[in-house]
């Protein structure tokens, strides 16, 4: 029986799969270790569409382009009009009430009594026109937060989306490792334990050969054949 010497074992790969396909592959080439991530097609068209969509938004997230202003301003156009006719709804009966209450009871309308009410009357209406044009500037601001808060809020669901999907990638990754350094640590105990069993096989039969030696040595006159029987010994074992 001869030597036989101790081959360190190979990297051990690790896989992780999911219904029976592989997900996860650790595998190491040269002096690196990789771990791959298979995605499937469905994850794959989720992911760069999330990754797209962020970096082509970016560029134009704070920018109003023309068809945007146009509709901000027939916003604000149709809620001045609505104002505005609210605003006539509530005074022009007023002064047609004026007019018929100072002619009947004048038969004109060139007096002081018609001046002060209808003086009255256009500056409540004046004071109702100015709230309506702070109104409007409330209005657009309005708009231009709403406009923004939905595109954060579009461009927070994307990162998320990104963010879901690198974490769950890496996730799975750290199985895959997990597994691949749980057979490495098997496969180093193993061989540490093999390398152990042997020394001490070893060490047994060479401890045996030398008192063996020494005893033929001291006891036998055939030294020489002691002397082969030690060489035998120490050359398989």
């Given at each position: 029986m001869g030597k036989s010497s101790k081959k360190y074992p190979g990297y051990s790969a690790g896989t992780l799969k999911l219904n029976g396909?592989?997900?996860?592959?650790?595998?190491?080439?040269?002096?690196?270790?990789?771990?791959?991530?298979?995605?499937?097609?469905?994850?794959?068209?989720?992911?760069?569409?999330?990754?797209?969509?962020?970096?082509?938004?970016?560029?134009?997230?704070?920018?109003?382009?023309?068809?945007?202003?146009?509709?901000?301003?027939?916003?604000?156009?149709?809620?001045?009009?609505?104002?505005?006719?609210?605003?006539?709804?509530?005074?022009?009966?007023?002064?047609?009430?004026?007019?018929?209450?100072?002619?009947?009871?004048?038969?004109?309308?060139?007096?002081?009594?018609?001046?002060?009410?209808?003086?009255?009357?256009?500056?409540n209406r004046a004071d109702a026109v100015n709230s309506l044009a702070q109104d409007v500037l409330i209005k657009k601001d309005e708009l231009i937060n709403n406009e923004l808060s939905r595109r954060y809020n579009y461009m927070n669901f994307l990162q998320d989306l990104q963010n879901q999907a690198k974490s769950s990638m890496l996730n799975f990754v750290g199985s895959s490792q997990a597994n691949s350094?749980?057979?490495?640590?098997?496969?180093?105990?193993?061989?540490?334990?093999?390398?152990?069993?042997?020394?001490?096989f070893g060490n047994l039969f060479s401890s045996l050969g030398s008192t063996l030696g020494a005893t033929m040595m001291n006891s036998n006159p055939y030294s020489a054949g002691a002397s082969a029987a030690l060489g035998i010994i120490s050359k398989y074992f």
């Open positions: 396909e592989n997900l996860v592959k650790t595998y190491k080439k040269g002096n690196n270790v990789i771990s791959n991530y298979v995605m499937s097609e469905p994850e794959k068209s989720a992911y760069r569409y999330a990754q797209n969509s962020f970096n082509n938004s970016l560029q134009k997230l704070n920018v109003f382009d023309e068809n945007t202003q146009k509709d901000f301003q027939n916003q604000i156009n149709a809620y001045t009009q609505k104002g505005q006719k609210m605003i006539d709804n509530i005074y022009t009966p007023i002064l047609n009430n004026l007019k018929t209450d100072i002619a009947s009871r004048f038969g004109n309308l060139d007096n002081s009594v018609f001046m002060d009410n209808l003086n009255s009357i256009e500056s350094a749980s057979g490495n640590n098997y496969n180093a105990q193993a061989y540490a334990a093999q390398a152990n069993s042997g020394s001490s």
